[in-house]
């Protein structure tokens, strides 16, 4: 793989000098192949460390952009359904172990691990969902986004999708996460491990994460482990007047598996008055 990724970044330094260089044949090979890696889930754009950093493979990222440049439009044909595109859908789904319901999609080039159910939904290239996650109905999983196993991303739930610059950090959900039903989530914000986003709530990488006992910024764009979090605005100051900018508020902490425990959930949230 090591030598793969070199002559990825060699391809990408011709491509930013002499663009024409990488119509070659072989240039499309080396793309292909990388991309291929990501299809199979043997790599993925991103990580998160022992540590908690998050880190980027770049290199993976540069092979995605570079496939754009090498292919070419096509049509495709799924029965009564014509698409065109520069790339194909996923394929063979039962014997990757993965429920896919009519009105659903992925692209070529994402990775889905076994038990994963896509209800009419969409997950873009360079993504990748973990076991037994439920993509439902209307929810889109941007490009490059790491989802993590046992997450449920509800009706609407827009996850968006980080491909340029390379260096960017997408956005990452991390395993047995609840996020409600219109959230969006972009710009390479995260969600810790366990956590629950209530239904609506916007999370962007430089909106304020506060605690509501304390009142203190958390982090900005960062959703901690087995939180219970919501949308929130607090109040900002300006010369035309006071205004309420978007926050997320975390209103309590969870014990591990807790999140699972609907009734204890539902409690937490009524109350704050906040139920549905």
Known sequence: MSTLKQQIEQLWQDS????TQIKTQEAFELVHSAVELLDNGQARVAE????????????????????????????????????VDKLPLKSKYLEKGVRVVPGASARWGSFLEPGVIMMPSYVNIGARVGANTMVDTWATVGSCAQIGSNVHLSGGVGIGGVLEPPQASPVIIEDDVLIGSRCMVVEGARVGKGSVLAAGAILTKTIPVIDSETGEEISRGFIPAYSVAVGATRERKFSGGTFGLPCILVLRRLNEGERHDKAALNQILRSHGLAQ
Not at 16 to 19: L, S
Not at 53 to 65: D, F, G, M, R, Y
């Open 16 to 19: 930013e000098t002499i663009g």
């Open 48 to 83: 998160v460390a022992e540590d908690g950093q998050v880190i980027v493979h770049e290199w993976l990222k540069k092979a995605i952009l570079l496939l754009f440049r090498v292919s070419k439009m096509q049509t495709i044909e799924l029965g009564p359904f014509e698409f």
